[in-house]
C-alpha cells in the first residue's frame, strides 16, 4: 500500500511563498513519477507540476512556471513544491500523486496514487 501525506500548506498574503512537501511511503520512492494537482472550490482538480521517476525532467502548468519549482530527494522519500510570488488564484487544496512510471503527465487519470491534500490560502 502506498501513502501519500503532504504538509507545508498555510496562510500567505499575495507575493509570499510556502514550500509544500509529500512523503511518500510503502514502495521503493523512485519507481515513481510524482506530481502536484490542486483543487480550486467548484472546480476541476489541475496539474501544476511534474517530475519524472529520475528526477532529471520536470514539467509544469503555464499559470505557475517561474513561480513554482518541484523538486524531489530521494532519500527522504519526499517530493516538494516551492512556490513563490503567490497570487490569490493560488489558493486551493494541493494534492501530491504517484505514477508508477518513469514519466507522469498532466491528468488525474496518469496517476495511480493521491494524498489527502493540504490547503495553500493566498489573500490579496
Known amino acids: 500500500q502506498v501513502q501519500l501525506v503532504e504538509s507545508g500548506g498555510g496562510s500567505v498574503q499575495a507575493g509570499g511563498s510556502l514550500t509544500l512537501s509529500c512523503v511518500v511511503s510503502?514502495?521503493?520512492?523512485?519507481?515513481?513519477?510524482l506530481a502536484w494537482f490542486r483543487q480550486a472550490p467548484g472546480r476541476e482538480r489541475e496539474f501544476v507540476a511534474s517530475?519524472?521517476?529520475?528526477?532529471?525532467?520536470?514539467d509544469y502548468a503555464d499559470s505557475v512556471k517561474g513561480r513554482f519549482t518541484i523538486s524531489r530527494h530521494n532519500a527522504k522519500n519526499t517530493v516538494y513544491l516551492q512556490m513563490h510570488s503567490l497570487e490569490p488564484g493560488d489558493t486551493a487544496l494541493y494534492y501530491c500523486?504517484?505514477?508508477?512510471?518513469?514519466?507522469?503527465?498532466?491528468?488525474?487519470?496518469?496517476?495511480?496514487?493521491w494524498g489527502q491534500g493540504t490547503q495553500v490560502s493566498v489573500s490579496s
Open positions: 510503502g514502495r521503493t520512492f523512485n519507481s515513481y513519477a
Open positions: 517530475i519524472s521517476r529520475g528526477g532529471d525532467g520536470t
Open positions: 500523486a504517484a505514477a508508477r512510471s518513469d514519466w507522469g503527465g498532466v491528468w488525474t487519470r496518469d496517476y495511480e496514487y
